[in-house]
T-cell receptor, first 114, second 112 residues
């Protein structure tokens, strides 16, 4: 059972454009939603994370938007640059009970073209 | 960069042979994880550890076992490798759960 559904699988955006990646979750107990970025040949690294007490979090060109009623969250990359070309994973977990594990989406391969 | 070392980084083996992947950390983080990454499946948790000798199963644990005898080392063992276990394996550590995961650089395993 896939608890976090991520789309699209791949995305091509022109330099300077906005990249948008969407995730939907099923477990209403989830309350921690990070995004990880992975470059080829490397392990993923935390990019940005949000908890549902806010509907949006922005760090530089990266923004997470969260819609609790729809059980959806998305990553927006403004002014996309070739250096943003990577695979992005959304994830979700509960945070109240200890020893909670992240459930990852299936990933989005983002390519920024000049 | 977090001090996480995976070994070996690349391995080719035959079906039915045992394989052990090692993860070593220098951060003294409590939690350690093994994930596998496959196209179309993303990152799937195999096993994790929340302390020395304390381990638990993830979502794809069949065919895998783990051991953690020291804080810094987390071993993943495939008792009898199968072609379906061909994958890239990532070790990760975290100070708290849930919390920021720090990943190693991966171990690419090919089972022929």
């Amino acid at each position: 059972q896939q608890q976090v559904k991520q789309s699209p699988q791949s995305l091509i955006v022109q330099k300077g454009g906005i990249s948008i990646i969407n995730c939907a979750y099923e477990n209403t107990a989830f309350d921690y939603f990070p995004w990880y970025q992975q470059f080829p040949g490397k392990g993923p690294a935390l990019l940005i994370a949000i908890r549902p007490d806010v509907s949006e979090k922005k760090e530089g060109r990266f923004t997470i938007s969260f819609n609790k009623s729809a059980k959806q969250f998305s990553l927006h990359i403004m002014d996309s640059q070739p250096g943003d070309s990577a695979t992005y994973f959304c994830a979700a977990s509960k945070s109240n009970f200890g020893n909670e594990k992240l459930t990852f989406g299936t990933g989005t391969r983002l390519t920024i073209i000049p | 960069d977090a001090g996480i070392t995976q070994s070996p980084r690349h391995k080719v083996t035959e079906t039915g042979t045992p394989v052990t992947l090692r993860c070593h950390q220098t951060e003294n983080h409590r939690y350690m994880y093994w994930y596998r990454q496959d196209p179309g499946h993303g990152l799937r948790l195999i096993h994790y550890s929340y302390g020395v000798k304390d381990t638990d199963k993830g979502e794809v644990s069949d065919g895998y076992s783990v051991s953690r005898s020291k804080t810094e080392d987390f071993l993943l063992t495939l008792e009898s490798a199968t072609s379906s276990q061909t994958s890239v394996y990532f070790c990760a550590i975290s100070q708290e759960s849930p919390g920021e995961l720090f990943f190693g650089e991966g171990s690419r395993l090919t089972v022929l």
